[in-house]
């Protein structure tokens, strides 16, 4: 009995040191999308009207803390002012969307432009992107991209290196 008490005392220490190391899902980022490497456009698509499909994500992104700089309904363009977002330099962000009719669906293609502040002066610019390491510049400007889908309505979500 004692042999079985100390055998079950050891499975559980040697659980508990186990999984110390072990990441939670608490711990870990949500991100339900699975964009390839490299991947720097990303495409969404709707049911609606291309003018409409546009105007809800310029006011989507204005939940989400971005200024809008410019909308253009005749060319079904949209451009935000630049914006700051989590990187461990200074960077930020500017969101470049436009949106195309396709029979009954509208198709809205999202890119990002990314500025990192130099150590010499200046900005840095480069094209946000899924490519670098977790806390590279150009993935963490593609993640916050990301982010301003959560809750945003589409049917179909496609990833494009261009």
């Known amino acids: ?5 100390k055998l079950t005392i050891g499975l559980m220490l040697q659980s508990v040191l186990l999984c110390s190391g072990c990441k939670t899902l608490e711990n870990q ?13 990303i495409v969404i698509e709707k049911t609606d009207n291309a003018a409409n499909f546009l105007l809800e994500y310029a006011k989507h992104l204005q939940d989400f803390g971005f200024s809008i700089e410019k909308v253009d309904k005749e060319l079904l363009t949209l451009s935000t002012d630049f914006k700051s977002y989590k990187f461990s330099g200074v960077a930020v962000i500017k969101i470049v969307a436009f ?54 309505a589409y049917d179909s979500i496609e990833f494009v290196i261009k």
């Not at 009995?1 to 008490?5: E, G």
């Not at 990002?112 to 806390?135: L, R, Y």
């Open 29 to 41: 980022p949500l991100n339900p999308f699975n964009p390839p490497p490299k991947a720097n456009t």
């Open 99 to 152: 949106a195309r009719q396709n029979g009954p669906k509208s198709i809205l293609e999202i890119k990002g432009n990314i500025e990192v502040s130099n150590p010499f002066g200046g900005q840095v610019p480069f094209n946000a992107c899924n490519c670098g390491s977790p806390g590279d510049a150009q993935r963490n400007g593609f993640n916050e991209i990301l982010k301003t889908l959560d809750n945003f």
């Open 1 to 5: 009995m004692q042999r079985m008490i």
